[in-house]
Structures are given as C-alpha cells and as structure tokens.
C-alpha cells in the first residue's frame, strides 16, 4: 500500500506542529499549511506551505493529493482574545472553513476532520461553577456565548452536510481546553494554562509575590493535555463515528486551583490579586461517555502532570525573555 498522505491545516499554530509530529512518527507523508511557519522549532512536516485558507486557491492547492485533512487552521486565542473580536473571528474562520472543505471536495478527499470546540455549548447551560458535565446534544438548542463558538456550530454542520450530499467522511471533535508546551504563551492570544505559568514563572523570577486572576478565580474548567489530545483525534479519524465528539478531561478544577497548582509545581508562594478582565462561561467541563464508548479510550495525562511539562518549558522561554529585556517581560510595580 502506498504511503498515506495527510494536510494538517494549522500547523504553524500549537495543536497543528505537534500533531504533524506525531502523524511523522506515525509513518505518514505531511504537508502542513499555516499562514506562518511553527513560532517554537521547525516543522516535521514533508511540505509546507505558507498560504491564508481565506483564500479558495490557497485551500485548493493545500488540500491536492492527500487522502485525509486535519482541519485546524482558526484565527483564535484566549478569552481575552475571543470576547473582544467578534466580527473578525467569524469572518476569517469562516472563510477558512468554507473553502477547505469546499476544495477537500473538489479535489476528492474521502476523510476530513474538524476540529470544533467545547465553545459551542450554550451560555445558559454554564451559569454555576459546579457545572453538570457537557454532553454532545446539550449543543442544542444553541446559545454559544461567542461568534467564535457560534462559526464552530456552522462549520460542524457544514460537515455534516458535505457528508450527507457528498460523501465526504468527516469527522467533528470539541475540544475542552488543550494546553501543552510549544504553544502561545504571551502576547494576548494564550489561553489560561500557559497565561498561568507564565505569570507564575515571572513572579519566581522576579521576586514578585503576587500575580493576578481574572474575576474571583472561582469560575471552573477542565484541561487535556496535548498528548491526550493527539492520541485522541488520531482515533477518530480512524473511527466510524460520524457526530461531534467531546475530547477533553472530566476533572474539574476552579483557576484559583489551576494558579495553586503552577505555584507548587514553581515552588513558590504567592498572593493572588483578584482583577477585572474576561472569564468566559462561569463553569465548564467535559461528558467523556461518548469518547469512552466510540474510542475505548479517555486522557490519561494527569493536570499536574501535564502543567509540570508545561511549567518548565515556559519557565524556559521567560527566563529567556527576563535575559534579553527585562524591563518588558517584568511589569512595573
Ligand atoms: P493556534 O492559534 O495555535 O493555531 C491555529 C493556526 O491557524 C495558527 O497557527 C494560525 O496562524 C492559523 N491560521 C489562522 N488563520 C489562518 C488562515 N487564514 N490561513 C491559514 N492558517 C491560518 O490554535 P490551536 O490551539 O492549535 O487550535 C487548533 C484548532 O483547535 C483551532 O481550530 C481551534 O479553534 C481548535 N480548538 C483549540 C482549543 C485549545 O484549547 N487549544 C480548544 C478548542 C478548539
């Protein structure tokens, strides 16, 4: 049998240069597409092209040749970064959406992934802390609290539809909060664990004994680690299972506990300054039924385990940063 062929889209971002990795070492041919190349260490991927998915050329050339795509190519980040740009988000992620899928038909892929997101749960179901865990039909009837959330529902249908008219095998996974090492730890677009560490690492490295939370630190979550992520939607897309997937960990923790755990793990004690700024969904957390029931299979990675890799590698990259300009990476007290 001749090697398989996989477009990861993305793969400049931090899921994307970690599952091109992981398909390499699967034995797989890859060609990564990103509007950028991968920020921390250089791609494994056989082919990458640099090229905006907005573009129905682009998408076309991306997706010639290969037997299946990893579709995960977003403009997206953090809440900060979500709440506030809203008509963007949905104009660029569905463009992208819109023209992958449409050249993945053209071109006659027969499997497609879509990577979706726990963001597409409604508002109205995550209003306490101590939320009930999230099933794959509590999606409707739909209230995302975001545009962000909001495309992801159309893509998912998108899919579906592309599925029933032209058979095309898609696949839907939502994501519950991956974090990991080589992803976006600064500049307004990272996500609450890698924001934490961060936070973390220049309190330590600073002497400062205090760092701040958003809100009252009260509003709950749960996070995957990468590894577990990699696994699963590996499994997937070799699965027969046809409707949106949850992939994420089932174990709740307030961030107020996320910032006690980076510290432990730092070895530091500190204050936390409760601040103004966007928390998302008051809680939020994973029904892993359908992920045991299909894959046979849930994460494994332990949240202390999984930030231990973490903390250390953006320990790494601040005290980098502190070395070459500290007045920057140290805000003013
Ligand atoms: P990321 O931001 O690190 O990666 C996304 C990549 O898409 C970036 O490298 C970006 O440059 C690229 N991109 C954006 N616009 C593009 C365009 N027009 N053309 C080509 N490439 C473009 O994000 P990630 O954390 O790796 O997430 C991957 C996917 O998983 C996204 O679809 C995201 O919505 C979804 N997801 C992630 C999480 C999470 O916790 N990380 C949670 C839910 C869903």
Known sequence: MSMQRTLVTGAG????????????????????????????????????????????????????????????????????????????????NA?????????????GVPRYLYTSSACVYPEFKQTDAAVTPLREDDAYPAQPQDAYGWEKLISERLCMHYREDYGIETRVVRFHNIFGPLGTWDGGREKAPAAMCRKV?????????????????????????????LEGIRRLM???HREPINLGQDRLVTINQLADIVAAIAGVALDKRHVPGPQGVRGRNSDNTTLREV????????????LARTYGWIERQVRAQLAVAPAVAAPAR
């Open 295 to 306: 894959l046979g299979w849930e994460p494994r990675v332990s949240l202390e385990e999984g």
């Open 95 to 107: 463009l992208i959406n819109l023209n992958t899928l449409e050249a993945a038909r053209q071109n």
């Open 201 to 229: 690492a220049i309190a330590k490295l600073t002497g400062q004994r205090e760092i701040e939370i958003w809100g009252d630190g009260e509003q709950t979550r749960s996070f995957c680690y990468i590894d577990d992520c």
């Open 13 to 92: 971002g931090f899921i994307g240069h970690h599952l091109v990795t992981a398909l390499k070492t699967d034995g797989r041919w890859v060609r990564g597409v990103d509007l950028v190349e991968p920020q921390y260490g250089a791609t494994d991927a056989d082919d990458f092209l640099v090229a905006d998915l907005r573009d129905p050329a682009a998408a076309r050339a991306a997706t010639r040749g290969v037997d299946e795509v990893y579709a995960l190519a977003a403009d997206m980040g953090g809440m900060g970064y979500i709440s506030s740009h809203h008509a963007l988000i949905l104009h660029n």
């Open 238 to 240: 070799a699965s027969d």
